[in-house]
Each structure stands twice: as C-alpha cells, then as structure tokens.
T-cell receptor
Framework: QKEVEQNSGPLSVPEGAIASLNCTYS??????FFWYRQYSGKSPELIMFIYSNGDKEDGRFTAQLNKASQYVSLLIRDSQPSDSATYLCAVLGMDSSYKLIFGSGTRLLVRP | GAVVSQHPSRVICKSGTSVKIECRSL??????MFWYRQFPKKSLMLMATSNEGSKATYEQGVEKDKFLINHASLTLSTLTVTSAHPEDSSFYIC????????????????FGPGTRLTVL
C-alpha cells in the first residue's frame, strides 16, 4: 500500500469552477501535510501546509484536513487556466529525518 | 523569503565525465537539504538527505559512490554525479528545510529550480 495516494487525473474543470484535489495517507500518526504545485518542466512550489483538523484558507486555496479519515484535500476556487499543473500532496515522515513523503500527483487541467 | 537556488540550470556532458550541481538556501539556514531526481511525467524520487557537517543518508537503491553529496555549510549542498552515463540523464532538484523553530517551521521544504542533466 502506497503511503500517500492521489488520483493521477487528469482532473478537468472549466474556468471559474472549483477544483477539488484529494489525498489519502496511511500513517495515522502523521502530523504535517503539504500541497505543492508543479508546472511542467519546473520544480515544485509550496502552496500551503496544514496540521490542524479543519480548513485553512489562503486566497483562492483552501486545504482541508481530516485526521480521523486520513484525508487531506485542496480546493481551488475560481480556477484559472494558469492553475493547470500537477498538484503534489506530501506528508511529513514520522522519523527524525524530516523527509516528505510525496504522492504521485494529480494533474489539473482548467479549460478556458 | 525561503528562496533556494540551484546551479547550473542545465548541463550537457559527455559520457564518463563528472558533473557538480550546487544548491544554496539564499535567505535562511538549512539544517537539512534533500536531493531528488525526476524523470519525465514521473513522480519525484528522493535520492538522499543531507545534513550539514555529516554524511548524507541515501535512499535504498541509490549508489552513494555515484552520487556524491557534500553539505559543507548551512546554506550550501552539492551533488556530484560521477562518471555520468546516458541513464543518469534526468531532472535533479534540491530542496532545503528551514529550522522548525523558525516562523516557517512545520517541516516544509522549499525547492530549487532544478538542474536538467543530459549525458550524451
């Protein structure tokens, strides 16, 4: 079983819609969760992190965490074509190495 | 804040040569730096974890004699691909982790822009 799972997509949404990206993780003790955006040919860019149950909002982005269900999601409101990218979910490992465990990413396409 | 640079951005070399890639944290001290590689349309693959002043910890299957990592200061880590071969061609990306005690600290990593290595 993969430690961090994401649907590979592509998730296709029209411009202006809400894009919902989901991620599940296997280690129940995980505490810190991250969303990165990666454009084709570029390196990942941190969008948000969350470590408390509930919602965390930053502009058009909302991260949602449900530790009981081992589920973290990212909502993008008013999606723009420039949001088209691969979104990587990452979980901070439980050992002392501070490694991030990445999902394989979900490709988002926002149609004009 | 939290800017990480990487140099060079692109390198083309002949088979058998060695290539050094530098990773610098520009506005924070990075206790830990990480090196990843990524093949086209594939996931990030962690190669090694580098702590300042100590030996790097390599992931299973990564040849430590082929991918030499040095983390000489809190702002600089280097990856040297020794005797590069065409199968080493890939996108190499470093990341740096700020200290947890800082305002950025939740364990996040900030990535450099990456180095695209092509071995002919």
């Amino acid at each position: 079983q993969k430690e961090v799972e994401q649907n590979s997509g592509p998730l296709s949404v029209p411009e202006g819609a809400i894009a919902s990206l989901n991620c599940t993780y296997s280690d129940r003790g995980s505490q810190s969760f991250f969303w990165y955006r990666q454009y084709s040919g570029k390196s990942p860019e941190l969008i948000m992190f969350i470590y408390s149950n509930g919602d965390k909002e930053d502009g058009r982005f909302t991260a949602q965490l449900n530790k009981a269900s081992q589920y973290v999601s990212l909502l993008i409101r008013d999606s723009q074509p420039s949001d088209s990218a691969t979104y990587l979910c990452a979980v901070l490992g439980m050992d002392s190495s501070y490694k991030l465990i990445f999902g394989s990413g979900t490709r988002l396409l926002v149609r004009p | 804040g939290a800017v990480v640079s990487q140099h060079p951005s692109r390198v083309i070399c002949k088979s058998g040569t060695s290539v050094k890639i530098e990773c610098r944290s520009l506005d924070f001290q990075a206790t830990t730096m990480f090196w990843y590689r990524q093949f086209p349309k594939k996931s990030l693959m962690l190669m090694a974890t580098s702590n300042e002043g100590s030996k790097a910890t390599y992931e299973q299957g990564v040849e430590k004699d082929k991918f030499l990592i040095n983390h000489a200061s809190l702002t600089l880590s280097t990856l040297t691909v020794t005797s590069a071969h065409p199968e080493d061609s890939s996108f190499y990306i470093c990341s740096a982790r700020p200290p947890l005690a800082g305002v950025l600290g939740a364990g996040e990593q900030f990535f450099g822009p990456g180095t695209r290595l092509t071995v002919l």
